[in-house]
């Protein structure tokens, strides 16, 4: 039986893929003393591997496809096609920020004072070619971990990715720049996409994960309400497409059912209620598939 050989994301994101994985309606099993996470789809197997290596592995075809971030692609110079962009991180749903960082009463303030400094990071090539773009030479070191904490005695600037900028307040340290925003991809092997069989899962896991993240700013309403105030009240939904309308076993009432960004709900609700609306009710979304 073909199988896929999926490469799921260790460290920062693999508890919000887990959690998405799930959503979409896959039980994803991660265990702290194994790489090889367990699923329940027998056509597919997973492999725990650093996002910062992804790229490659799926580059060189030991992955069929995986989850990584944009960065990383760009970091290894891997050839992969890219499937899907799906915007998620460790706490939220915001593109990631590569950014220069220094200490807060450093004397750097922009790209020119890094002459002649020490950077600490683990996107080497990414610093190097913003340092190029800039004409600036400097020495560029690789970090292993724990990047913030190096300046100002083992660093005089890093180049860290950051979601909220907290992990930097909290070490005195201030942004001078941003170098650019990732986001995480669904990538494959471009040989392993040519194969239909494996297309084809790659496409469905695609699409099950994009509709998980559609899903998280919209909810639905239902409600009923008579249909001489139908017009007046369908012209309050900002619905994803054209509401669903039924008549009810009452004549002359009819009920909605409609998808709305969660956003809007509590300051249409009650212009609803106005409209003649009752009995409405809100209810999550696991999947919404545009």
Request: net charge negative; charged share 25%; aromatic share 6%.
């Amino acid at each position: 039986m073909p199988v896929l050989q999926l490469g799921i994301p260790k460290g920062s994101l693999q508890d919000a893929t887990a959690a998405m994985f799930e959503k979409a309606g896959y039980k994803l099993g991660i265990n702290s003393r194994s790489y090889y996470p367990t699923i329940d789809d027998n056509e597919i197997e997973c492999l725990l591997i650093r996002a910062q290596e992804m790229a490659r592995y799926v580059g060189e075809g030991i992955l069929d496809a995986g989850l990584t971030g944009w960065d990383w692609i760009e970091e290894s110079g891997a050839d992969v096609h890219e499937v899907c962009e799906l915007i998620y991180g460790k706490v939220g749903r915001k593109p990631l920020r590569w950014v220069l960082a220094v200490p807060e009463n450093s004397d750097i303030h922009g790209p020119k004072d890094l002459q002649g400094k020490r950077i600490a990071t683990e996107a080497v090539g990414m610093t190097q070619k913003y340092l190029a773009k800039h004409g600036v030479t400097a020495n560029v070191e690789f970090s292993w971990g724990a990047t913030e904490v190096k300046p100002p005695k083992l660093a005089d600037a890093i180049v860290e990715i950051t979601e909220t900028g907290s992990s930097l307040k909290a070490n005195n340290l201030r942004i001078v720049d941003i170098l650019c925003y990732s986001t995480t991809r669904l990538i494959a092997n471009k040989e392993a996409y040519k194969d239909e069989f494996k297309r084809r899962k790659i496409d469905h896991l695609a699409l099950l994960l994009q509709s998980v993240l559609a899903a998280e700013s919209r909810v639905g309403l239902m409600m009923n309400v008579k249909s001489e105030n139908l017009d007046k009240l369908v012209a309050l939904l900002p619905s994803l497409n054209n509401p669903t309308v039924s008549n009810l076993a009452t004549s002359g009432w009819v009920a909605i059912n409609t998808v709305v960004e969660e956003s809007v709900v509590r300051e249409i609700i009650p212009e609803l209620q106005k409209a003649g609306a009752q009995g409405i009710v809100e209810y999550p979304l696991n999947k919404v598939v545009l």
